[in-house]
């Protein structure tokens, strides 16, 4: 049974920063892509940062560019997300998934999901 639990989540003030992690057990880590997403109150879940099973340079979301960097640990069977300069609008539930090999990075060709962990950011 595959289970992603993520870790990390809290309440940090604007321009603070909080790191994620992403525990994952039941498949063979390192031939699936992880990415990160993330769902506000009332929004549409959206794609937050990925990086693919090869390892290859990571995907961000745009308006999280320069701010947040995705890395993993083959290793650990983990994922992490460093999230610098916090605005508020990053508040969310954010949520770890993974899909075989290559993806689009869309909600729904993502196989797995985590229960999400929350982020708020207060100004």
């Known amino acids: 049974q595959v289970q992603l639990v993520e870790s990390g989540g809290g309440f940090v003030q604007a321009g603070g920063s909080l790191r994620l992690s992403c525990a994952a057990a039941?498949?063979?880590?390192?031939?699936?892509?992880m990415g990160w997403f993330r769902q506000a109150p009332g929004r549409e879940r959206e794609f937050v940062a990925g990086?693919?099973?090869?390892?290859?340079?990571?995907y961000y979301g745009d308006s999280v560019k320069g701010r947040f960097t995705i890395s993993r640990d083959n290793a650990k069977s983990t994922v992490y997300l460093q999230m610098n300069t916090l605005k508020p609008e990053d508040t969310a539930l954010y949520y770890c998934?993974?899909?075989?090999?290559?993806?689009?990075?869309?909600?729904?060709?993502?196989?797995?999901w985590g229960e999400g962990t929350l982020v708020t950011v207060f100004s």
């Open positions: 998934a993974a899909d075989l090999r290559d993806t689009s990075w869309s909600v729904g060709d993502m196989s797995y």
């Open positions: 039941g498949l063979s880590f390192s031939a699936f892509s």
């Open positions: 990086v693919s099973w090869t390892g290859a340079s990571p």
